[in-house]
């Protein structure tokens, strides 16, 4: 039974991955086509979703959006994982000052909350799709950079790595064989659960007008738009909202089966 | 002699402009037979665009008017019909040259902090108008060929111009004109920021920046617009509540009595809810508009942008953001600006778009439908600032016409700091803006090349026009003593403005108030277009 919501969960993620990669597939309809004459209509055959206020079909740009709000999602997640994996490996491989310096710096970045960090970097470097996911991802760094360098400890110090060491294996040799592959895991179940933070986050700054320009399609974006809309046209706020909660919903099931399944436990 | 009698051929000629501007009623909601009652608190919504500053000289925010107003007097006010009135001033007398106004002081006026209204006060005003440390973006602007004044007796002041100006008396009509305390000003100017004097009919109480301000009555006011005596409410409160939607729900919610800016989209449900009243106003100046810069291409050439004005569906675009309730600009003044003149020419006809951008070099059209002129795109960027739905809805509308025509905008979104920054520098192809005042002079404001920011000056030319045919208008009209001349000219401007396209008009936007039926007696600023509350009462 538990399963059967995995698999639902993996094939919501497998058709989301496809409405990213091959939005026409989903809907006929341009998700940028304008009609003055046809705004916030509810759904009807023609517009099995509605349309939004400018007349666009709601369907399309939801599909249309996927691209961009999975983008932000998984994106920003690869960006905190690289760089705070890397940092947090220097950090616990390094000497005291690197560790010192690494360290006093993810301190200050995760006394921001890390919306707050993200809007910060906003403000630097402009809005736009790529500088949010460049945002909410630096937002994260220092999470993955203190998880990596703890599991880095652990492990440094662990026998096999002596071992390994005893064996007279060079030292990039240990690193990336011995304790890389061993720190990754609890990174990767951090990961899974911050793709949907991501892209919840990447939802509110377009939300907040700072993410997506207009008229690409982005689903926070439609959220922000729609609230205003929400007494006359329910339909045109519920779908969106919908698409990021089941988003967030299937990556965090399967997240949490890939976990069970790599410690070793029933899923 | 040009005296009080240019004034009244002034408020004749402004009150025939003005019959056919529709909504002045006052938005009075009278209920029962019982009489107004005094006490109690009056609870506003205001939007988000909430002043940095209370000193009403150093302003130039939508919302000056409703924020300040129960604060501050005027020295005349202006009555629904465009008729300039007698308040802090009892008469005026205007020179054969209209060089010199001479203003004679109502008696008995006392500001907040006790101290007298006379010449002294008035002259004190101006000057600090004027005065660079105030860097007044607007009353500055509007008493620009205020040259000096002298005190003739304790209640008589001579101003004397530079040069004449026809639109004087109407500007000091305006809450950004305001009278302040003499003695704030004397003693420290920069205190009125934070805790405004003035002799209106509410005392300022407290501001708690980012929510809202609070007043108390003045129980000394006897020397109101409409009527005498103090104001019925003992308390009011202006809270700035951003999202549309939060605001119309604490009026549902009964958490505020009235609220300004009412969502387009809840009108109808405020005029079908029996327990809400809906009224509405007009307001004078230059209709919102899509701004164009002039000063770069693609819209230095005027035929693209006479043809980006075509190829808009402005009736489209207007009716479906604002679910009908804003009517559609027919031209670079709205209806109730005095000197309007209705010129038409502003169809949507895509075949003469395309017709006009192919006489302008841009022939050819790329795979995705936008024009190429020697292997560039007709491309333009706009700047949004995302604070208001209605705005980002006529930009992407706009954008969507414009693509069809073969015009690629490009929208981004920025902060409202960068975005003013931009404009300034004329960093920018497209904005959205409004202008509103309560004289033609706004013609000169926005579009004489005097006007265009330089780094000496910021001035307010945003489009960055540059026409000598429309500066010799505007300066003459400007200049102008004869009211029947003077319309004549602003009219021939208007008619150039349409031709030179340096804007898409798009609407008059109304002042929208939504109130519950426990309110009366709301009134309105008509020199803005601005609800007041100084005969206000709740049941």
């Given at each position: 039974m538990k399963r059967a919501g995995v698999y639902a969960a993996a094939a919501v993620l497998a058709v989301l991955v496809l409405a990213a990669l091959a939005p026409e597939l989903f809907t006929a309809?341009?998700?940028?086509?304008?009609d003055s004459g046809g705004t916030l209509r509810p759904p009807s055959a023609g517009h099995p979703l509605g349309t939004d206020?400018?007349?666009?079909d709601v369907l399309a740009r939801i599909v249309h959006g996927t691209r961009t709000s999975l983008l932000l999602g998984f994106g920003a997640v690869a960006v905190a994982l690289v760089f705070g994996g890397l940092l947090g490996l220097a950090a616990g491989l390094g000497n005291r000052l690197v560790e010192g310096v690494v360290m006093r710096l993810s301190d200050v970045g995760m006394a921001f909350p890390e919306l707050l960090l993200a809007l910060v970097v906003i403000t630097v470097a402009g809005g736009g799709t790529s500088n949010a996911v460049l945002a909410i991802g630096v937002a994260g760094i220092p999470n993955y950079a203190r998880l990596v360098r703890a599991q880095t400890l652990a492990i440094r110090r662990s026998g096999y790595v002596e071992a390994a060491h005893a064996l007279g294996l060079s030292a990039p040799r240990v690193i990336l064989r011995h304790v890389l592959p061993n720190a990754v895991k609890p990174v990767l179940v951090l990961a899974t659960v911050g793709v949907g933070t991501a892209l919840v986050a990447g939802s509110a700054l377009s939300f907040l007008g700072l993410g997506t320009p207009p008229p690409e399609p982005e689903w926070g974006s439609m959220l922000s738009t729609a609230r205003n809309f929400i007494s006359r046209a329910w339909w045109y706020g519920v779908f969106p909202g919908a698409a990021i909660t089941l988003t967030v919903i299937s990556v965090t099931v399967v997240g949490r089966a890939l976990r069970l399944r790599s410690e070793g436990r029933a899923w | 002699m040009l005296t009080r009698s240019t004034t009244l051929l002034v408020a004749a000629l402004l009150a025939a402009t003005l019959?056919?501007?529709?909504?002045?009623?006052?938005?009075?909601?009278?209920?029962?037979?019982?009489g107004p009652k005094s006490g109690g608190t009056l609870v506003l919504g205001e939007n988000a665009d909430e002043p940095a500053c209370l000193d009403p000289h150093q302003l130039s925010t939508t919302n000056t008017t409703v924020v300040g107003r129960p604060i501050f007097d005027s020295l005349l006010r202006q009555d629904a019909d465009g008729t300039l009135k007698p308040w802090l001033a009892s008469a005026w007398q205007v020179s054969a040259d209209g060089l010199t106004y001479t203003f004679t002081l109502r008696e008995g006026v006392r500001f907040h902090d006790g101290s007298a209204w006379d010449a002294e006060a008035l002259k004190l005003n101006l000057e600090h108008m004027r005065a660079p440390a105030t860097k007044s973006p607007l009353a500055a602007a509007y008493i620009a060929p205020y040259e000096d004044a002298k005190v003739?007796?304790?209640?008589t002041l001579e101003v004397r111009l530079a040069s004449p100006y026809s639109a004087f008396l109407n500007v000091l009509a305006q809450s950004y004109l305001a009278m302040i305390s003499p003695k704030q000003l004397k003693e420290?100017?920069?205190s009125t920021c934070e805790h405004p004097v003035g002799s209106g009919p509410f005392v300022f109480d407290a501001w708690a920046k980012g929510q809202g301000i609070t007043y108390r009555r003045n129980p000394d006011y006897a020397w109101g617009p409409t009527r005498t005596g103090p104001a019925h409410l003992e308390r009011l409160e202006i809270r700035f509540l951003a999202e549309d939607a939060t605001r119309y729900n604490a009026l549902l919610a009964g958490e505020v009595d009235v609220i300004d800016n009412t969502p387009p989209a809840s009108v109808e449900d405020v005029k079908a809810n029996p327990a809400l009243a809906f009224t509405s106003l007009d307001r004078p100046g230059h209709p919102f508009s899509v701004w164009?810069?002039?000063?770069?291409?693609p819209f230095s050439d005027v035929k693209v942008r006479q043809a980006l004005t075509r190829a808009v569906d402005r009736k489209a675009i207007i009716d479906s953001v604002s679910f009908g309730r804003w009517t559609v600009a027919t031209g670079f003044l709205t209806p109730s600006t005095p000197d309007h003149a209705d010129a038409g020419g502003l169809a949507h006809d895509p075949a003469e778009a395309a017709r006009l951008l192919d006489e302008a070099g841009w022939r050819e059209k790329g795979a995705d439908g936008i024009r190429v002129k020697d292997g560039e795109r007709l491309t333009a960027t706009a700047l949004d600032t995302g604070v208001n739905p209605q705005n980002t809805q006529i930009l992407v509308q706009t954008q969507a016409a414009a693509a069809k025509a073969g015009i690629e905008i490009k929208i981004e979104n920025v902060p409202a700091q960068v975005s003013s920054e931009r404009t300034a520098k004329g960093d920018f192809d497209v904005s959205v803006g409004i202008w509103t005042t309560n004289t033609a002079d706004v013609l000169w404001i926005q579009y004489a090349s005097g006007n265009i920011t330089t780094s000496e000056r910021r001035g307010q030319n945003t489009t960055r026009l540059d026409d000598d045919k429309l500066d010799d208008l505007l300066e003459r009209a400007r200049a102008s003593t004869d009211a029947a001349g003077r319309a004549a000219i602003y009219g021939e401007a208007q008619a150039r403005l349409l031709g030179l396209a340096p804007a898409i008009p798009l609407y008059d936007r109304p002042s929208l108030v939504s109130s519950s039926t426990k309110v009366h007696g709301l009134t309105w600023d008509h020199a803005y277009g601005a609800v007041t509350f100084q005969d206000a009462w709740v049941s």
């Open positions: 309809q341009d998700p940028l086509a304008v206020e400018n007349g666009r | 019959t056919a501007c529709g909504t002045n009623a006052a938005p009075t909601t009278t209920g029962g037979g019982t003739v007796d304790e209640r420290d100017p920069a164009l810069n002039t000063g770069r291409a």
